[in-house]
């Protein structure tokens, strides 16, 4: 149990992959045990590289090259994303997967550390237990936000990388706002669809804005949020306070950010040199691991 407590009440909202676990997850997904498929992973994966190659260079009215225009350019990215998840369906890739094959699979690649979380993020999990809670409110919360394909899976990754009961009930228990193969708890396994008539799939940076727009309890409640690539862009930009988690050195992150949100001017700031959690802040910031998080967001008990 974490010896800290929250500096002050504190919505934190997580991205998934690359944020808590140290790669893409995807992988897990194509490594599934599947009926009969048109399509092999590798074949799926060659054409969303095309195609994101193809919206790469496509055309765009730059001027500024402002956060504005970072987002309505990353926006743009939709087609891609929405053409990759029609493949799959249509190809049934995912037809007959159950939950325990995603669970099998998801431990599977942690024993062979194909898949691995990122050290700390379990003293961060800890601060929203209900005996670590401080306040008197209920303003606190713990949430994901991702755009995986599969909120079972990540559910199932944390619940596997802790033996802490509590621990345990509290991934159960948090809002985890991603996507999901449908029917994976049919006697048949899974329908194979995989996407949401009603449009409410996750996919993009404005997908994942307005979740976090919808989702919020209350406006005033103080926003943390933590992700590590150009899709989070938009929940950096408007929390409270924004974490780009980034593991590499100080001497090596200015060129890393410039790679990430590129052409996008902007490099943020070391989380470190951030003393006033209520003071003027910068768009966001960046850390290179959950300690330095936990060293802004918390106080000794």
């Known amino acids: 149990m974490t010896s800290r407590k929250l500096k002050r009440p504190t919505r934190l909202v997580l991205d998934y992959d690359g944020t808590i676990t140290k790669q893409d997850t995807m ?24 195609d994101y190659t193809e919206w790469q260079n496509e055309k765009f009215d730059w001027e500024n090259y402002d956060a ?13 994303e929405l053409k990759s998840a029609q493949r799959v369906q249509d190809c049934g890739f995912f037809k007959g997967v159950t939950e325990d094959d995603i669970e099998k699979a998801v431990h599977k690649a942690l024993a062979s550390r194909q898949l691995e979380l990122h050290k700390g993020w379990a003293d961060l999990f800890e601060l929203y237990l209900p ?28 619940l596997a990388e802790t033996n802490n009961r509590s621990l345990q009930a509290l991934i159960r228990q948090i809002s985890v706002y991603a996507n999901q193969i449908q029917g994976l708890d049919s006697p048949n396994g899974s329908t194979g669809v995989i996407i949401h008539p009603d449009g409410s799939d996750i996919r993009t940076n404005i997908d ?65 040199a951030l003393k006033d959690l209520d003071g003027k802040k910068e768009m966001f910031y960046w850390a290179p691991n959950f300690k330095t998080v936990l060293d802004v967001l918390t106080e000794k008990q």
């Open 131 to 158: 005996e670590a809670r401080t306040e008197a409110s209920n303003e606190s919360s713990l949430e994901i936000l991702s755009v995986n394909w599969s909120r079972t899976a990540i559910r199932h990754g944390l």
């Open 68 to 80: 504005s225009e970072y987002s309505a350019w990353l926006a743009t990215r939709r087609w891609v």
């Open 208 to 272: 994942k804005i307005n979740r976090l727009r919808e989702t919020a309890r209350s406006p005033h409640v103080f926003t943390v949020y933590i992700g590590d690539s150009s899709t989070d862009f938009d929940c950096l930009w408007e929390a409270d306070l924004g974490i780009w988690l980034y593991d590499v050195s100080e001497d090596q992150y200015e060129e890393a950010s410039r790679k990430v949100f590129s052409p996008l001017k902007y490099v943020p700031p070391p989380l470190s």
């Open 27 to 50: 992988f897990l997904l194509g490594n599934l045990p599947k009926q009969s498929t048109k399509l092999s992973w590798q074949e799926i994966v060659d054409a969303y590289v095309k």
